[in-house]
């Protein structure tokens, strides 16, 4: 039978060409649907850099307070570390300063 055409076997070579067809369409669907999902998250993920990146000014006054922080943090911890060396009696200069400071204080909260 060379030369002829069987129609059977030329059936399931057309459906496999539709199939073929019909899954490229369907990529090529779901390849816009990627597209598109990733340019929605391309946007949402620039609004949140937009929205997280400090600007140079917030970095300034945030660097300011930090700065203000760490002052009085180290005045108030070599204050307690004198007043508890003072108390110790390791540092006995303090006590006649902190003696003289009380006297200035009720002096002038007298003379008011």
């Known amino acids: 039978?060379?030369?002829?055409?069987d129609c059977q076997t030329t059936v399931p070579h057309w459906r496999a060409v539709f199939l073929f067809l019909d899954l490229m369409l369907k990529c090529?669907?779901?390849?816009?649907?990627l597209k598109a999902k990733m340019e929605?998250?391309?946007k949402?993920?620039?609004?949140?850099?937009?929205?997280?990146?400090?600007?140079?000014?917030?970095m300034l006054i945030e660097g300011l307070w930090r700065g203000v922080g760490y002052?009085?943090?180290?005045?108030?911890?070599?204050?307690?570390?004198?007043?508890?060396?003072n108390i110790m009696g390791v540092i006995p200069?303090?006590?006649?300063?902190?003696?003289?400071?009380k006297e200035v204080v009720n002096t002038t909260v007298r003379n008011r």
């Open 1 to 5: 039978m060379k030369g002829k055409i």
């Open 28 to 33: 090529s669907y779901m390849e816009q649907e």
């Open 40 to 42: 929605e998250m391309q």
């Open 44 to 58: 949402s993920l620039s609004n949140i850099e937009k929205s997280l990146k400090p600007t140079r000014w917030h």
């Open 71 to 85: 002052l009085f943090g180290l005045i108030i911890a070599v204050a307690l570390v004198g007043w508890i060396l």
């Open 93 to 101: 200069f303090l006590n006649n300063l902190s003696q003289d400071l």
